[in-house]
């Protein structure tokens, strides 16, 4: 690694730029995206919401979180 480069790692870890704020927020999508639809899940067992509003609200969460593996999922039972 040249001096550089070295400068430049060094400058990215002090901004607190990097993979690891870009997995932290990925994670937190992911986690949030999960925990809403739980909460809607519930609702629809009991009878609170309908299909349709359930998966209403399925379509708003994949857009507002963009999860990565909530899409994979999306429309797939949690269990």
Known sequence: MTDGQRQQVIRLRKEGCGYTAIAKE???AEKMYRISLSVANAML???VIS???YSEMDALLLEKYRPVLGTLLAGKPLT
């Open 26 to 28: 990925r994670f937190r």
């Open 51 to 53: 299909k349709e509003e």
């Open 45 to 47: 067992e009991k009878g």
